[in-house]
C-alpha cells in the first residue's frame, strides 16, 4: 500500500503518505512508541527490531506506517487469525503472539489489530483515522470478515475508584464521559462489543481493554 493524502495539523493542510513500512523504518518507530507510551506504561512494551521484522516478514500488508515532512508520525499494526481459536476472553499477549504474530494465520477470517499509536503533535489531526481507513481496506481487498482489536481505556485510571471497567464503558459510548483511545475508535466506526480484563499490562487501564469491532460491510 502506499497512498498520498491530507491531514490537518494546527489548522493547516499538510501532505503525508500511509504506505507499509520496512526495515529502514524501524528506529523511527520504535521512536513514535516512545513516545506515545510514556511511563507508566511498561518500556519492554514498546516494539523491538526482532518484532517489527516478524511483522515485515508475515504479513507486510499489516504492516503500515504514516509519514509527513520525510518522517514518519503514526504507524498501525495488524495480523490474520481465526477468533474462534482465541475465544471472547482472549489477552493481547494470546493473539497476537505477545506481538511477535507468528501465529499469523492467512486463512484466517479475522484482521486484528496488534497496535495503533500516531505522536502526539500529529493527534486530532486525521492521521489515526487513515490509519485505520486503510486497514479496513485491507479488510475488503482480502474478503475477510471483520477487523477487531482490544482498545486501551487509559482514562479508566483516574474513575477506578468510582466505576467498575464495565460501568466506565457505558459512560462513555452514552456520552458521559470521554477515553482518548475508546472514543477515538468510536469515531474511526469502530464498535465495542465487549470488555477484557486482565487483557494488557496497562496500569492506566487497570489492565482492561474494550474490545471493538469493524464489520465488512462487502460480506
Known sequence: MHKTLYVIKDDKPEKAIIRTYGPHDFTGLIDIQRACFPPPFPEELWWSKEQLGEHVDRFQAGALCAEAGGRLIGSMTGLIVN????GAKHSWEAVTDNGY???????GDTLYVVDICVLPEYRKSGVGKWLMQSMYETVVQLGLERLLGGGRMPGYGAYADQLSPEEYVQHVISGKLKDPVVTFLMRCGRMPVGLAHDYLEDEQSRNCAVIMEWKNPFK
Open 83 to 86: 477468533m474462534s481459536d482465541y
Open 101 to 107: 504474530i507468528r501465529n499469523h494465520n492467512p486463512d
